[in-house]
């Protein structure tokens, strides 16, 4: 859960980074969960590391899920407003 807030505040505040582009590229995204690790310090075994990749991945998704719903929110309320 700490994972998925953190993430979530990451999408609200570096809009720069395309999380989309980041889930399918596995590059991208091995190097968006070092860099996570390494800002947390967080260190994973060999046999862990492919689970918390996952978990990472899946999480990511529904930043990305929620951040979409919020933008097609606000363009809702927008066009009611004008």
């Known amino acids: 859960m700490k994972l998925f807030v953190f993430l979530a505040l990451v999408a609200i505040s570096a809009a720069a980074v395309d999380?989309?582009?980041v889930l399918q590229s596995p590059g991208e995204l091995k190097a968006l969960f070092s860099e996570y690790n390494?800002?947390?310090g967080?260190?994973?075994?060999?046999e862990e590391a492919p689970l918390r990749i996952r978990l990472f991945r899946d999480d990511l998704k529904r930043v990305v899920?929620?951040?979409d719903l919020k933008t097609i929110s606000s363009s809702d309320s927008e066009?009611?407003?004008k």
């Not at 967080?42 to 060999?46: L, Q």
């Open 65 to 67: 899920e929620v951040s």
């Open 79 to 81: 066009a009611v407003l």
């Open 38 to 40: 390494a800002k947390f």
């Open 19 to 21: 999380y989309e582009t």
């Open 42 to 46: 967080k260190v994973y075994s060999a």
